[in-house]
């Protein structure tokens, strides 16, 4: 059983800083891509920042030169450094995990979420 659990949400004033943290746990062979999201309320889930297990990164427009993505595959972590943030970065934000265990092939597997408030 594979679990991700987030870490490092709460309430920031705009401008400010928060690093949000997702762990996975279980029998982890090897993680493909780890993503970050978002959802505002009364709006959809949007993608927000990916790295690929060979370390490419890419960003929402909306978030690029503010927030950073990294991890440590050792750790089973991925790491969300978010920067000089705004009321609209306001959200739960849910990191995905696609990744492979010892009994199954790869596939998306989904934190909890944790929520963010940036307040102006």
């Known amino acids: 059983q594979v679990q991700l659990v987030e870490s490092g949400g709460g309430l920031v004033q705009a401008g400010g800083s928060l690093r949000l943290s997702c762990v996975g746990s279980g029998s982890i062979v090897s993680v493909n891509r780890w993503g970050w999201y978002r959802q505002a309320p009364g709006k959809k889930r949007d993608w927000v920042a990916s790295i690929t297990g060979t370390g490419n990164k890419r960003y929402a427009d909306s978030v690029k030169e503010r927030f950073t993505i990294s991890e440590d595959n050792a750790k089973n972590t991925v790491i969300l450094q978010m920067d000089a943030l705004k009321p609209e970065d306001t959200a739960v934000y849910y990191c995905?995990?696609?990744?492979?265990?010892?009994?199954?092939?790869?596939?998306?597997?989904w934190g909890q979420g944790t929520q963010v408030t940036v307040s102006s």
């Open positions: 995905l995990a696609n990744l492979r265990t010892i009994t199954s092939a790869a596939q998306d597997y």
